[in-house]
């Protein structure tokens, strides 16, 4: 399902592409602009740096996605190569620029956490612009609905439909907002990016009850929800043991005061 946002000649500029693209420049110009305010790298390295987590999110994105559809790309495996047909999965995209990232970064001498901690804030801005063009699109559509603000995808039925876009775009929005918010309270280094994982992942369980999307057990849990499940477990535990850890050495490093 590609939709036409609009035209230049014979070139046709797709909704989502649009938006990806979009997001992939404003997110440049802020990460840039803050990377060099806190003097961490200069523009021309976070450059690189953004072709570098491109290349690996999108390997990421597509392998992810591939193997949660695994059914239908054993049957079809050249299918796998055709990204025009759409396919992408943000989580994938996470982890796959997130070790292609961490590699690029130790390998260019940058301070990969500081970074990692900048880009975060971001992150879910560029979350929601990408969100907007599965809105125009007509992707990533929610389940039938009764309500008042539910409406119909023309290219899949009639039936009213929760806009599970712009849950996403809104949760995005809070989840920005959190992270700005504590953008100053680097409890350690990545906390802010392991923060934005954990916040993603809460969002993204919620946003799919409302999503056109596979059940697997239960009769309600769908299979990004279990993925969901296991990050935020994850990244909550870590997040705990390193403030865990930051309080003890605190206190191992305090003088003691005689009494």
């Excluded at 200069?42 to 999110?57: M, N, P, S, W």
Aim: aromatic share 18%.
């Amino acid at each position: 399902m590609r939709r036409v946002l609009f035209s230049i000649g014979r070139l046709e500029i797709y909704s989502y592409g649009f938006a990806v693209a979009l997001a992939l420049f404003l997110g440049l110009i802020w990460v840039g602009k803050a990377v060099e305010k806190r003097g961490v790298a200069k523009f021309d390295q976070v450059v690189d740096l953004a072709i570098q987590l491109f290349i690996g999110g999108l390997v990421g994105a597509r392998l992810f996605y591939v193997i949660t559809e695994y059914s239908y790309y054993l049957k079809n495996p050249l299918a796998i190569f055709k990204l025009t047909d759409g396919g992408l999965s943000f989580f994938g995209m996470i982890i796959g620029a997130y070790i292609w990232g961490v590699l690029y970064a130790k390998r260019a001498n940058l301070p990969t956490w500081q970074l990692a901690d900048i880009i975060a804030v971001y992150l879910p801005l560029g979350y929601a612009l990408a969100r907007v063009g599965c809105l125009f699109n007509g992707c990533c559509y929610g389940v039938p609905s009764k309500l008042p603000w539910a409406f119909a995808i023309p290219a899949v039925d009639n039936l009213p439909r929760h806009p599970a876009q712009i849950y996403a775009i809104i949760a995005s929005l809070l989840v920005f907002l959190v992270l700005w918010l504590l953008r100053e309270n680097r409890y350690f280094p990545g906390f802010l990016f392991w923060l934005y994982v954990d916040l993603y992942a809460v969002s993204r369980f919620i946003v799919e009850f409302f999503r056109e999307t596979p059940v697997i057990a239960f009769g309600w849990l769908r299979v990004t929800q279990a993925f969901c499940l296991l990050v935020i477990a994850a990244t909550t535990a870590y997040i705990i043991y390193r403030f865990r850890r930051k309080t003890g050495v605190e206190k191992d490093a305090s003088p003691d005061i005689p009494g």
